[in-house]
């Protein structure tokens, strides 16, 4: 069994049919797993580039983030986030986030079942393996695929997002978090120190999708607008000591598969579908991929047995 795409959808089907038996290889063209779940080290510090935070509704996923949390690997951050719209300022509660302090990407290291292989898939052909599963945005499943719609499928767009970190001499700002709503530029700001829980004074901002759009070719030519909207939106007074944008091209789906929680088409065998697109729940999000990454893992598991 070959699982292409090592986040976290990946990374739970795979335990899945590790856990049955089931011979697996996971293929991440990347050096390191994580996928949108991303964590890379900015100015000597992990730094969530990627998923900002992890919610949990699923009591499967709940017992999950009780065992990372019992093994250090998640702590809860934060239910209560800011919301910015023009003319108005909330605080609003809601679901508890949680965290992770070696960053989110360690929540996937913990769920492969062995090293995952450093390759970039190109075609199926390439592979010998019995079945393989695609675990990775739509547009990305569609280039290796192609048409689906014979198997009663159809792609989901996905929209792009581009991810700024921001560093500051001091922390000015008493928020956690704040989602923005109406804006032409962001639609997230998160305090990174306080969502690792070491305090360091760094900021990320999440762009809006058209903003994204415009600069996917140059990311940091977007370093300064954003800059110039963090500090509009939190009332600072200073500019960043530092600035490093990310670029996320296929970051969130625009919609979901449905009641569908994966999919499996046939071809010379069987080819399996996973990610936070195939969401029965409504809602992308974490908890979305990782259960669509093991649903389809059981099934599988239960063919190949």
């Given at each position: ?137 739509d547009p990305q499943a569609a280039r290796l695929l192609g048409d689906v719609e014979a198997d009663g499928v159809e792609w989901v767009t996905f929209e792009p997002v581009i991810a700024v970190a921001l560093g500051y001499e001091r922390r000015s700002w008493s928020m956690d978090a704040a989602f923005v709503n109406d804006d032409p530029e962001l639609t997230l700001i998160a305090d990174d120190g306080s969502r690792r829980g ?108």
């Amino acid at each position: 069994m070959a699982v292409i795409g090592g986040g976290i959808s990946g990374a739970a089907c795979a335990n899945v049919l590790a856990a049955a038996g089931v011979s697996v290889d996971v293929l991440e063209r990347g050096r390191a797993p994580g996928g949108r779940m991303a964590s890379p080290e900015v100015r000597g510090r992990r730094v969530h580039l990627g998923a900002a935070y992890v919610t949990a509704k699923d009591p499967d996923f709940a017992a999950l983030l009780d065992g990372w949390a019992s093994h250090g690997l998640v702590r809860e951050w934060t239910d209560t986030f800011d919301v910015l719209s023009p003319g108005s300022h909330e605080r609003k509660s809601g679901p508890p986030r949680w965290a992770a302090p070696g960053g989110l990407r360690s929540l996937v290291r913990d769920l492969l079942p062995a090293p995952q292989l450093e390759r970039e898939v190109t075609e199926l052909g390439e592979l010998d393996h019995d079945a393989i599963v695609l675990a990775m945005p739509d547009p990305q499943a569609a280039r290796l695929l192609g048409d689906v719609e014979a198997d009663g499928v159809e792609w989901v767009t996905f929209e792009p997002v581009i991810a700024v970190a921001l560093g500051y001499e001091r922390r000015s700002w008493s928020m956690d978090a704040a989602f923005v709503n109406d804006d032409p530029e962001l639609t997230l700001i998160a305090d990174d120190g306080s969502r690792r829980g070491d305090g360091a004074s760094v900021l990320v901002a999440h762009t809006t999708s058209e903003l994204a759009a415009a600069h996917l070719g140059d990311p940091s030519g977007v370093e300064r607008p954003v800059a110039d909207a963090v500090a509009r939106l939190l009332g600072l007074d200073m500019s960043p000591a530092w600035t490093q944008a990310h670029r996320w091209t296929f970051a969130k789906p625009a919609g979901t598969h449905g009641g569908a929680p994966f999919g499996l088409v046939e071809r010379d065998r069987p080819v399996g579908l996973c990610t936070d697109s195939w969401c029965p729940e409504g809602s992308p999000r974490v908890e979305s991929a990782w259960l669509s990454g093991r649903r389809l893992g059981i099934e599988l598991a239960q063919r190949l047995a």
